[in-house]
């Protein structure tokens, strides 16, 4: 019985209190509190209709909430999960932008990737301390996105084995066998077949310096955010490594140079203006003029090759940057769960002049930046 009433509640939940045949819930106030919660937000489904279900319903009508009051409640009775989604909905949907311009109602958002792209897009809304909370929120997202990328292209860079030098850090990946074999030898115990091991020798890993330059150039038409979060927080990782000489520059029709910015992920992230036209030719004429020496330069191209002011300007740029020596990436727009979206004519036309072209995930893309060098 128990049973068949949570699938009741289950139900009225999902219909709401002005389902044309009402169900009952059991005695739970918790369960009063979900529906008030979720008929906050999508009641406005209904429309100029609502007001007439509510009539129809028998008039009666839980106490006003607030945006504060609603997010606060939400919190309490949800799962993060489902709190992340039904914010989403509110600002995405229901176009509830006083969650943005609320410093205190901002403070109580989750901090996840969704809530990163849509402050993106609608920071232009926001002002004085509401711009502030903004900016923080965007820190401590670009923070988690980076802390969880930087290992990875730490390992790519710096993991290569030196087995001239011995390492006094214990990893069990780092452990240097035949050494260990070896300066152990004379410790062998012949009576019972075994070798005693006093010292384990670890290797270190190689630290090598090549003078690169890489520019990175990131389209920020409407369809790209995805893209340049994932750029934004890797030029921050690359501006570490002391090999690189890290360039940054975005464009849509026109051209900026962040280069200045690129170790603050934020800066960078809180500078990009969505939308607008695209002008890859214009933008990769920019960074041609940033290479010095070719042969050691890497011209990385994020972009879904959509381009606004002619493919053969396009093509044409490109050619003069492969030709020179410098190498040319050109990286297919990728949204979060990487999936690749890029004209593909454009792309197979740059592949065949000789540019590296893939939908790499920020991960493939520290690897084979290290390959390269």
Known sequence: MADEQEIMNRWRLALGRYAAEQISFSDDLRLVDMEQALDYLYSREYGDEQEIRKERSGGKEDS?????????????????RTVEIMERHALEKYNMTELLSDPEVLKKLEPNKELLKTILS?????????????????????????????????????????????????????????????????????????????????????????????????????????????????????????MLDTKLVIFDTNVVDLSGYVSDPVEVLMSVQLGGGTNIA???????????????????????????????????????IIESGAKMVVLTALDMEANPNYDRQAAAMLAEMGAVVGAMTPEELGEFVSRVL
């Open 64 to 80: 006003k909430l607030s945006v504060p009051g609603w997010l606060a409640k939400v919190k309490t009775l949800f799962p993060k």
């Open 122 to 242: 609608l920071k232009h809304l926001m002002k004085g301390e509401a711009l502030n909370v903004a900016r923080e929120l965007v820190k401590r997202i670009a923070d988690e996105l980076m802390e969880k990328l930087e290992q990875d292209f730490r390992k790519s860079f710096f993991g290569r084995l030196n087995r001239s030098e011995s390492s006094p850090v214990r990893s069990a990946r780092n452990l240097d066998m035949k050494k260990t074999i070896r300066m152990n030898l004379k410790n062998y115990d012949a009576e019972n077949g075994q070798l005693l091991l006093k010292q384990v020798y670890f290797s270190a890993r190689m630290k090598k310096y090549n003078q690169w330059r890489i520019v990175i150039c990131v389209d920020e038409s409407g369809s790209m955010i995805d893209s340049v979060i994932h750029s934004a927080v890797m030029a921050g990782i690359f501006a570490k490594l002391p």
């Open 282 to 320: 214009g933008a990769l004429a920019y960074c041609e003029s940033l290479i010095e020496f070719p042969y050691r330069t890497m011209v990385v191209l994020v972009s879904d090759l959509y381009e606004g002011g002619g493919y053969n300007n396009l093509f044409s740029v490109s050619k003069g």
